[in-house]
Structure formats: structure tokens, C-alpha cells
């Protein structure tokens, strides 16, 4: 194919599948009308849709409508790709929408290069139930199909632009209902050199219907995928990247599928589906665990709820409060010495080795997740966590700008930078808004060098919320070689002020002598009470949290 010069302006396809979308059809199509590139063509295809699609179409005369019987997103695009005429295409959702420099800035990055197969770039998320955005950019500049391997970095096929040439041998899988694009990319970045930048291109609209929230089948099609490329891998870099990409599928729909049943448990909805629950099982054993104590654990408060009120009803609550006074007045007596009941506790090993995480949760995590809620108006703009986002999208919500995570490998796809966080000098100085550095800091030999680096990133006026152990047993995973440091709010406290202002820096410790004992022992947090968690002793500090302005 003649590459094209700089005195002409390639056509651009703009194909958009539609299948049922006639509410979100029109902001895709006038979000291709309003590029800065003028010369395009779109085509929509119908795939089999039952509302007014085409009614739609037919209200833009430069759009070219093409109907097919249901057939799938596939076969949509294939049928797509066989009535355009553009030098590039793009593939755009009809629930989702271009960005006014999307076709300049992929065609910018692919004339001068007609050996590469396709260029691709960041994307903002947009959550239409609750009507907030989050950017996504992740940096890959090398290795693309290793990184590929490992996930799905391109993330949205919005934001894709490839070179037609590439539709002379591949075209997507039409077997393949989910991931289908993933798989594309996997084929062409086997034999072809790719581009991925971070700028903007589209937006990806998450709503009730997309075909994405259907994790146990995103996880069966993403596994099967790889399982495809394990016929073409050459070097022992590519197969331990599908190792890797194998872990953090199953990891990545995992968390996904559990943090969809938990919002079905605490709703009240105990309408499991059971191929979640299968999947589960399957995939993450632990995990699988975890959820059954849940599920236990909230079966017991139902329970007891229900106790207490029949036990007030039949006019006994006289007794049982005197029965529970009588308990403390025995529980709070200091026994003599050789007269203490030891009881469950005498014993040498722990009843979990996990944390509590199957006894019903960690009681660390309460306090933890306390001072992050008080201080969740803190997590806005610009946000930087450790590891993953988790509690910056939980805290921060709608306040959040942008969410970056830090990683120290490659292992999470899902990281905007990866290094150290005490040598991170290829992080940008004064560019965030509040840092989440929880549970990070006794894993880190040079812990002083990493608070560094935090005040380093900080904006002026900037957060950095931070919580260490203190009384704690050593995981027994692959994280136990990592664990070097306990801290006390003493060594915090002499820590933070060789960078931060005294008066800036406000620090609390949380735990006293039955939590601490209990965190030991691996019990869960159903077993100790509320009023008992809420209790501190500066003696027996369990967590340690910080609050720290620059």
C-alpha cells in the first residue's frame, strides 16, 4: 500500500457496532462530526437491534447505515471494516465517545511510520450512575506485546487507530464474545511494532448494560486468549509474561467478582449468581474463603438482631442486661495470681496465620479504614497510591481528578508508574494532591528515603496520609521477606519532621492490650466488639497513623 504523503489528508473509517443503543448512539456519532481532522467516514453498523437505531442514522445524512441480523460485536466490526474505504480505522463503541483530538493525534503518530500496525492512547472512564470521570494513561514504550501478555494495557479499543493494511490478514474472531479486541491486539503485536502513548483520545462510559460487568465470562475469554499465544511464545521473557498474565487476570475479575457480592450482601440482595460464586472457587480459594466468613458473619448479626428483639419482647431485657453487667463486673476483675483462665488462648500457634482474613477480617483494617473515611475530604485532585487505587476511588470518590498508582514491577497492570518509592526520581516533583501510603512503609529498608520522595511529589498545601504497624506478627506469605520494620508514634513522629513542618504533621495510635493480643493470635473482626476496638492504650499500638502537610 502507497504511504501517504504529507500534501494529502488520508481518509479516516470511524466504524461504530450498535446493537440496541439508540439512546447513547447520537454523542458518539457527533463526537466523530466534531473532530478537529475533517476528513472521515462513519459507518454504523446494526447489529440486529430491536429500538430505533436506524431512525437515528437517518437523521445524519453523511453517516453510512449498514443492518445485519444479530450476529455479534465481531462480526459487526468485520462487516464494518468490508464497506470502508479509509487508510485508518478506528472502531468506537456506540455507548462511548471520541475526544475532539482523537483522529490527529493517532493519524500524527502513524503517516510517518506505515510499518505500525496500530497506535493507541489514554482514555477518561465515566461512570454514569454516579456521574463521575477518572483518567486513565499508562506508559509503554517497550515490549509491547510482553506487555500485552501480562494485560490489557490499551484498555479501550476507542482509542486504537490501526492502519488498513493490517485488515489484509487479520480480522476479529467472531467465536470470541468477550475480548475479542484483546485477542486482535495479542495477534498483530506478535508480528508488528505498535505505539502507546498516554494522550487522551475517548471516553469510556460505564453503565448497567455493558458487557464488560459480566466478570466471570471477561475472565474465562481473557484466559483463553492467552492460552492461544502460548503456541507463538520464543523467549523465556514472553512466557513468564503469560505467567504473569495469567495471575493477574484471575486476580484482576477476582477482586471484581467479590466486590460485586459484597454489595449484593450488604444490600440485603442474597441473589448470588452462581457462576461468580463457581468462579470464585476456582480461581482464588482464598478469596472464595474470605466471602463464605462474610456471608457467616452476617448471618450471625441477622441472627442476633432477631434475639434481641423476641428477648425484649417477652419482657426479659431486665434480666439480660443484668446478666451482661455481671459478666463485665467478672471480665474486668484482675484474677490472682495462678487463678487466670486461659482458656482458647493457651496455646503456642496462632488460629490464623492470614491476618484474620478468614475469621471474618483484619482489626487492623477497622482503624485503618477509619482515618482514612475522617480524612477522605483529603483525597482529591490529583491522588498517588501505593500498589493499587482501591481506597483512593472508595475515599475519594467524586473528588478524585486523577487516580495514579505506584508500583514497584510491572506485576499490575493497572500502575501509571513503576519504580521504588525511595530512588523515584523519574517522579514528577510538586504534581499531587494528597499521596495514600497505607501498610507500605516496614516493607521499605530505606523508609526515610521514601518519605522523601512523598514531600518531594507533594504539591504545596498537598496531603500525605500514611498508616504503619506497630504490635503485629510478620506475614507468613512472600511478603514476610519484605517486612523489615514495627514503628511506634515516637519513631513516626521523628521521622516526618526531618522533612515535614512540626506543626503540620498530626499523628494518632490506635489498640490497647486485648486488640493487640487478638491481632496475634490471627482472630477476625466479628470476635471483638466495637467498644473494645474503640479503646486506646498508647502502650499497645496496633496501627500507627499520620496526617502530614507540606
Given at each position: 500500500?502507497?504511504?501517504?504523503?504529507?500534501?494529502?489528508?488520508?481518509?479516516?473509517?470511524?466504524?461504530?457496532?450498535?446493537?440496541?443503543?439508540?439512546r447513547?448512539?447520537?454523542?458518539?456519532?457527533?463526537?466523530?462530526?466534531?473532530?478537529?481532522?475533517?476528513?472521515?467516514?462513519?459507518?454504523v453498523?446494526?447489529?440486529?437491534?430491536t429500538?430505533?437505531?436506524?431512525?437515528?442514522?437517518?437523521?445524519?445524512?453523511?453517516?453510512?447505515?449498514?443492518?445485519?441480523?444479530?450476529?455479534?460485536?465481531?462480526?459487526?466490526?468485520?462487516?464494518?471494516i468490508?464497506?470502508?474505504?479509509?487508510?485508518?480505522?478506528?472502531?468506537?463503541?456506540?455507548d462511548?465517545?471520541?475526544?475532539?483530538?482523537?483522529?490527529i493525534?493517532?493519524?500524527?503518530?502513524?503517516?510517518?511510520?506505515?510499518?505500525?500496525?496500530?497506535?493507541?492512547?489514554?482514555?477518561?472512564?465515566?461512570?454514569?450512575?454516579k456521574?463521575?470521570?477518572?483518567?486513565?494513561?499508562?506508559?509503554?514504550?517497550?515490549?509491547?506485546?510482553?506487555r500485552?501478555?501480562?494485560?490489557?494495557f490499551?484498555?479501550?479499543h476507542?482509542?486504537?487507530?490501526?492502519?488498513?493494511?493490517?485488515?489484509?490478514t487479520?480480522?476479529?474472531?467472531?467465536s470470541?464474545?468477550?475480548?475479542?479486541d484483546?485477542?486482535?491486539?495479542?495477534?498483530?503485536?506478535?508480528?508488528?511494532p505498535?505505539?502507546?502513548?498516554?494522550?487522551l483520545?475517548a471516553?469510556?462510559?460505564?453503565?448497567?448494560?455493558n458487557?464488560?460487568?459480566?466478570?466471570?465470562?471477561m475472565?474465562?475469554y481473557a484466559?483463553?486468549?492467552?492460552?492461544a499465544?502460548?503456541k507463538?511464545l520464543?523467549t523465556?521473557?514472553?512466557k513468564?509474561?503469560?505467567?504473569?498474565?495469567?495471575?493477574?487476570w484471575?486476580?484482576?475479575?477476582?477482586?471484581?467478582?467479590?466486590?460485586?457480592?459484597?454489595?449484593?450482601?450488604?444490600?440485603?440482595?442474597?441473589?448470588?449468581?452462581?457462576?461468580?460464586?463457581?468462579?470464585l472457587?476456582?480461581?482464588?480459594?482464598?478469596?472464595y474463603i474470605?466471602?463464605?466468613?462474610?456471608?457467616?458473619?452476617?448471618?450471625?448479626?441477622?441472627?442476633s438482631?432477631?434475639?434481641?428483639?423476641?428477648i425484649?419482647?417477652?419482657?426479659?431485657?431486665?434480666?439480660?442486661k443484668?446478666?451482661?453487667?455481671k459478666?463485665k463486673?467478672?471480665?474486668?476483675?484482675?484474677?490472682?495470681?495462678?487463678?487466670?483462665g486461659?482458656?482458647?488462648?493457651?496455646?503456642?500457634?496462632?488460629?490464623?496465620?492470614?491476618?484474620?482474613?478468614d475469621?471474618?477480617?483484619?482489626?487492623?483494617?477497622?482503624?485503618?479504614?477509619?482515618?482514612?473515611?475522617?480524612?477522605?475530604s483529603?483525597?482529591?485532585?490529583?491522588?498517588?497510591e501505593?500498589?493499587?487505587?482501591a481506597y483512593t476511588?472508595?475515599?475519594?470518590g467524586?473528588?478524585v481528578?486523577?487516580?495514579?498508582?505506584?508500583?514497584?514491577?510491572?506485576s499490575?497492570?493497572?500502575?501509571?508508574?513503576?519504580?521504588?518509592?525511595?530512588n523515584?526520581?523519574?517522579?514528577p516533583?510538586?504534581?499531587?494532591d494528597?499521596?495514600?501510603?497505607?501498610?507500605?512503609?516496614?516493607?521499605?529498608?530505606?523508609f526515610?528515603g521514601?518519605?522523601?520522595t512523598?514531600?518531594?511529589?507533594?504539591k504545596?498545601?498537598?496531603?500525605l496520609?500514611?498508616?504503619?504497624?506497630?504490635?503485629?506478627?510478620?506475614?507468613?506469605?512472600?511478603w514476610?521477606?519484605y517486612?523489615?520494620?514495627?514503628f511506634?508514634?515516637?519513631?513516626m513522629?521523628?521521622?516526618?519532621?526531618?522533612?515535614?513542618s512540626?506543626?503540620k504533621?498530626?499523628?494518632k495510635t490506635?489498640?490497647?492490650?486485648?486488640?493487640?493480643?487478638?491481632?496475634?493470635?490471627?482472630?477476625g473482626?466479628?470476635e471483638?466488639?466495637?467498644?473494645?476496638?474503640?479503646?486506646?492504650d498508647?502502650?499497645?499500638?496496633?496501627?500507627?497513623?499520620?496526617?502530614a502537610?507540606?
Open positions: 500500500m502507497e504511504k501517504p504523503t504529507n500534501t494529502r489528508k488520508p481518509m479516516v473509517s470511524v466504524i461504530i457496532p450498535s446493537y440496541n443503543h439508540e447513547y448512539l447520537p454523542r458518539a456519532i457527533d463526537s466523530v462530526i466534531n473532530q478537529s481532522y475533517a476528513n472521515f467516514e462513519i459507518i453498523v446494526d447489529d440486529g437491534s429500538d430505533k437505531t436506524k431512525n437515528v442514522c437517518l437523521r445524519y445524512p453523511s453517516v453510512k447505515y449498514i443492518y445485519q441480523p444479530n450476529a455479534g460485536l465481531s462480526a459487526a466490526r468485520n462487516n464494518g468490508s464497506n470502508s474505504s479509509g487508510e485508518y480505522l478506528i472502531f468506537l463503541d456506540a462511548d465517545w471520541l475526544l475532539e483530538n482523537a483522529i493525534s493517532n493519524l500524527d503518530l502513524l503517516t510517518p511510520n506505515n510499518n505500525v500496525a496500530f497506535a493507541s492512547g489514554g482514555h477518561k472512564v465515566y461512570y454514569e450512575p456521574d463521575t470521570t477518572m483518567i486513565v494513561q499508562r506508559e509503554v514504550n517497550e515490549n509491547h506485546y510482553c500485552l501478555l501480562e494485560g490489557n490499551i484498555g479501550m476507542a482509542t486504537v487507530m490501526y492502519q488498513r493494511w493490517v485488515f489484509d487479520y480480522h476479529f474472531d467472531a470470541l464474545p468477550y475480548c475479542e484483546y485477542d486482535l491486539y495479542l495477534k498483530i503485536a506478535r508480528h508488528h505498535i505505539i502507546h502513548h498516554t494522550g483520545i471516553v469510556y462510559r460505564i453503565h448497567d448494560n458487557m464488560s460487568s459480566n466478570y466471570p465470562k475472565m474465562k484466559l483463553l486468549v492467552l492460552s499465544q502460548k507463538y520464543k523465556s521473557a514472553e513468564e509474561s503469560i505467567l504473569r498474565g495469567v495471575a493477574s484471575k486476580s484482576y475479575y477476582s477482586e471484581k467478582i467479590i466486590k460485586s457480592l459484597r454489595s449484593q450482601l450488604y444490600s440485603n440482595k442474597l441473589n448470588f449468581k452462581k457462576e461468580e460464586i463457581r468462579t472457587k476456582k480461581n482464588s480459594p482464598f478469596l474470605k466471602f463464605k466468613t462474610e456471608i457467616i458473619r452476617y448471618l450471625i448479626e441477622k441472627i438482631k432477631k434475639v434481641k428483639y423476641y425484649k419482647k417477652m419482657k426479659l431485657r431486665n434480666i439480660f443484668s446478666a451482661q453487667k459478666a463486673n467478672k471480665t474486668g476483675k484482675i484474677p490472682s495470681t495462678g487463678e487466670i486461659i482458656g482458647d488462648l493457651n496455646r503456642t500457634t496462632p488460629f490464623s496465620t492470614q491476618f484474620g482474613y475469621r471474618g477480617g483484619p482489626l487492623d483494617r477497622y482503624y485503618i479504614e477509619n482515618f482514612l473515611n475522617e480524612n477522605s483529603l483525597i482529591r485532585g490529583r491522588v498517588l501505593i500498589g493499587d487505587n476511588l472508595k475515599y475519594g467524586s473528588n481528578t486523577k487516580s495514579d498508582i505506584l508500583h514497584i514491577d510491572d499490575n497492570e493497572q500502575a501509571t508508574f513503576i519504580g521504588d518509592l525511595s523515584a526520581p523519574h517522579l516533583s510538586n504534581t499531587f494528597c499521596i495514600v501510603l497505607t501498610q507500605t512503609l516496614h516493607l521499605i529498608y530505606d526515610k521514601a518519605i522523601e512523598c514531600y518531594r511529589l507533594l504545596q498545601g498537598g496531603t496520609l500514611i498508616t504503619v504497624p506497630g504490635i503485629s506478627h510478620i506475614a507468613q506469605d512472600g514476610g521477606k517486612w523489615l520494620w514495627s511506634t508514634d515516637a519513631s513522629q521523628r521521622i516526618m519532621e526531618e522533612c515535614f512540626t506543626e504533621i498530626s499523628i490506635f489498640g490497647n492490650v486485648l486488640v493487640a493480643s487478638a491481632f496475634l493470635y490471627g482472630m473482626l466479628p471483638i466488639k466495637k467498644e473494645q476496638l474503640d479503646q486506646h498508647v502502650h499497645y499500638q496496633v496501627i500507627i497513623t499520620v496526617r502537610v507540606k
